[in-house]
């Protein structure tokens, strides 16, 4: 079980931005900029283009409306969207607000953010919902 299976059956906290039948969306805690968001399917795939069709398909259109709420919620350019996989052996999909290309640097440091920081985050992105 990895760990975003754990956190998707409430074995550990999130701090969770949606979730249906498929997926589920939590911000990241060690996040690359504030609002940083992670989408995981519940179904526990290593490799995210060994995701199942159905999921694939469901996946952005899951996404759609939290991507959309992080850009209005943060003072950004857009949100983008990267998948890198190697962290964490289960398929996921890095929503970040960005302003430029270099936002979406994971080799760059992370930025800590406190209890509260998170959860003003999660309300930011909540309330665009």
């Not at 996040?31 to 490799?47: A, M, N, W």
């Not at 406190?114 to 665009?128: D, N």
């Amino acid at each position: 079980m990895t760990i975003f299976s754990k956190i998707i059956a409430g074995e550990i906290p999130s701090y969770k931005i949606a979730e249906n039948d498929q997926f589920y969306a939590f911000l990241d805690i060690f996040p690359i900029r504030e609002g940083h968001t992670l989408v995981v399917p519940k179904l526990e795939v290593d490799k995210f283009f060994d995701i199942p069709d159905d999921y694939m398909a469901n996946l952005l259109l899951f996404a759609k409306p939290i991507a959309h709420a992080i850009e209005k919620a943060f003072d950004c350019n857009r949100c983008g969207l990267s998948v890198i996989g190697l962290e964490v052996p289960h398929a996921h999909l890095h929503l970040v607000p960005i302003d430029g290309m270099d936002d979406l640097n994971f080799t760059k440091g992370k930025i800590k953010l406190s209890p509260q920081e998170l959860k003003e985050a999660q309300q930011k992105i909540l309330s665009h919902l």
